[in-house]
């Protein structure tokens, strides 16, 4: 079993930054594969931002150039750095943890964090 806790969010103007965290506790966190989505109002949930075990990194589209994943085995934690923040950016981020074995599928999710980007 895996918690994770989200936090860093808040209210930012546009144009400005805000850093993520997501602390992992339980076991393996190392074998996991990290994420970041969202999700808007009225909207889907979206993935922001993927960082796997061994380190590769994936994006949307949207917000290339501007995020950065990154992870911290050691402190079990996994971040979000959002430069150049939009309007757009704004919703509740959650962190996700994904493993994939012979033996099944292990994904668990955070409860959220609040982030919002005011024009």
């Known amino acids: 079993q895996v918690q994770l806790v989200e936090s860093g969010g808040g209210l930012v103007q546009a144009g400005g930054s805000l850093r993520l965290s997501c602390a992992a506790s339980?076991?393996?966190?190392?074998?996991?594969?990290m994420a970041w989505y969202r999700q808007a109002p009225g909207n889907q949930r979206e993935l922001v931002a993927r960082?796997?075990?061994?380190?590769?990194?994936n994006y949307a589209d949207s917000v290339k150039g501007r995020f950065t994943i990154s992870r911290d085995n050691a402190e079990n934690t996994v971040y979000l750095q959002m430069d150049s923040l939009k309007p757009e950016d704004t919703g509740v981020y959650y962190c996700n943890a994904d493993r994939r074995s012979l033996g099944g599928r292990a994904e668990y999710w955070g409860q959220g964090t609040q982030v919002t980007v005011s024009s």
């Open positions: 339980g076991t393996s966190f190392s074998f996991f594969d």
């Open positions: 960082i796997t075990m061994g380190g590769s990194t």
